[in-house]
């Protein structure tokens, strides 16, 4: 992409053939199509063999067999046939520049990052690691601890909890839709999976605190949550067609009391798979080491501890080129906690969203970010790099979406949550590459960091949290609109 899109990217009319209006398939031979990359001296395909221009929503054996027996008089297409048909293509299409130039050194970075690098497991935990990750720091810096872990767990088993009795009145919310509409749907479709966003981390925080690991650490479900998901899932599924069956004809007390019945078999489910949490406002006694390494002890409530994260405060920023900027969009029937607070985006350029980041890092706070983590990316080689794999070399291919048009498609989505916590900047102070904590072990990228080019935050970095006072008061003031809806199956959604 270019320069900073101002406004969403218009979409092109929709135009329907039927059989008699649809236009011929273009004739095109394959000296056109490989024409750059010819090496050989190979007769072209003849024009009219691939498909028939009489019946072209057809395409017949033969001609395919015909494409592929002239597709192979050129060498470049045996030797991409041998390389790319026994090997993974996204491995043998990198590009040895991209590596080279995605290295390890800044010039912005935070002074203390989280130690130790944490690991999400067999879960879709990353928006809560990524979240704790954030506070830690501050938890670090102000009790002077050189290493330190919060309880992922905790705030997952409070999550299953409140989704679950989200997913519940959601459903009696929507009983007036049919079963199989598409908010329905969407809803059955996942009632509480592992994923979330950061307003929903907002809730928990509020709600019930934070804890160190040591008081409440991973159970082996927790770290391989798919069974423990697919009980929940079936349970509330048959939970569901009972209470829109009883809504039809019981009074609102049996309602309630049968939810509360339904409720508690969620949490009797999730106790005996995580284990009992503490309680959010009893005090824990916590033992720890300072950095000169002088035991402490202190004693306070889940609630007090969190009181150190100052998680309220922070603010979403997202890029969807998609919708108006500064624009104010929520998700419907997208949460956890039945009345709490809404998911919330302000919707931005993206170069305001990257200089509010800079001014994070620039005052020594790591940012909670979603991007679509799996596009132009090595997990070993911890680099995210839109150069990094060529396929149109490979596959010789043009691939030329842009970002709102992969949102548009399905394309793209937000699927990880990471950390930002230092950035490279050139002469003139623009961004070159980025630092990024990963929550997937020591073992991915380098001792579990990531480097991320700019170009590549541009195109696949979609949502960045950060502090009110690194943005302007008109992009603040946003947050006074009347937000924009997006349906539940929006891709801003899709980290949750």
Known sequence: MGSAESTPTPQAPMRTYSRRQRPASPQVTLDEKFDAFRIDHAEPISSNSILSSDNSEHVSGAQTEQYVHELLKDSKNRLALSALSANNPSVILERPSAIL????????????????????????????FAATNVFRVAIQQKYDIKSFELSQAYLFFWDKVEKANYFLESVLDTVDEDVDSRLVSALMASPVGDGGQWDMIVNLVTKYGIV????????????????MNRLLTTKLREDALRLRALKASSSDANIAAKKEQMMQDVVRILTLSLGPPPSADEKFTWEYYDSVNKLKTVSLTPLEFADTTHVKKFISLVNDPRNDYNRLLTVDHLGNVWDGRPITYINVDKTVLKEACVAMLKKGLPIFFGSDV????????????????DYELGFNVKLGLSKAERLMT????????????????????????????????????????????????????????????VVTKGIRDVLKQKPKVLPLWDPMGALA
Not at 376 to 381: A, E, G, L, T
């Open 101 to 128: 130039k995605d290295t390890q050194y800044y010039n912005i970075t935070i002074p203390n990052e989280g130690s130790p690098v944490t690991n999400q497991r067999s879960s879709g935990r990353c928006w809560i």
């Open 212 to 227: 160190p690991q040591t008081l409440f650490p991973d159970s082996w479900n927790a770290q391989n949550s798919s069974v």
């Open 374 to 389: 799996g596009k132009q990316s090595d997990s070993q080689k911890g680099i995210m790099d839109t150069d990094l794999v």
């Open 410 to 469: 399905g394309e793209s989505a937000m699927t990880h949550a990471m950390v930002l916590t230092a950035v490279h900047l050139d002469q003139d102070s623009k961004p070159v590459r980025w630092r990024v904590e990963n929550s997937w072990s020591s073992t991915a990228g380098t001792d579990g960091y990531f480097v991320m080019s700019d170009a590549w935050m541009d195109e696949f970095c979609y949502q960045a949290v950060v502090d009110p006072s």
